[in-house]
């Protein structure tokens, strides 16, 4: 497989032409929840909404359990995570919390980033988390 730059930016999981194919059915199941008729139906039983999608059990075990850095890693894309979140009426930091390394809570994210966020250093590469 071919390599990118961004490669070695720790915590980073871009859609890009290596890893789109792969998470086509989730990022499908994912903006049918901008209709209203979906979000009932998906409420309704999630589980058998999620059937009705060719994701692979990983895809669909991410989306029951909410793991949203689980769902970047198996190909969706972070902008349309986001509508799981918006889905469950939660804030936007509960996820940026799951995909922060360490996973953070909400309100520890929210500390976090009250303090100024996270320093770049021993953050640039994998090498530097993997060494740290």
Known sequence: MDTRD???????????SRTYRKG?????????LNRAECR????????????????TDDQKE???DRRYLD??????????AFKLVSY????????????AQPSMSFEEFQEMMG????SIDGNRTIAEWNNG
Do not use: C, I, W
Not at 40 to 55: H, V
Not at 71 to 80: A, D, E
Not at 88 to 99: H, T
């Open 6 to 16: 961004y490669d070695d930016v720790p915590g980073t999981y871009v859609l890009d």
């Open 24 to 32: 086509y059915h989730v990022n499908m199941f994912l903006m049918s």
């Open 40 to 55: 009932d139906t998906f409420a309704e039983n999630e589980r058998a909404y999620l059937d009705t999608f060719p994701m």
């Open 62 to 64: 991410a989306v029951l």
């Open 71 to 80: 769902l970047l890693k198996l190909g969706g894309n972070v902008y349309y």
């Open 88 to 99: 469950d009426k939660q804030p936007p930091q509960v996820m940026y919390g799951q995909m």
């Open 115 to 118: 303090k100024g966020g996270r």
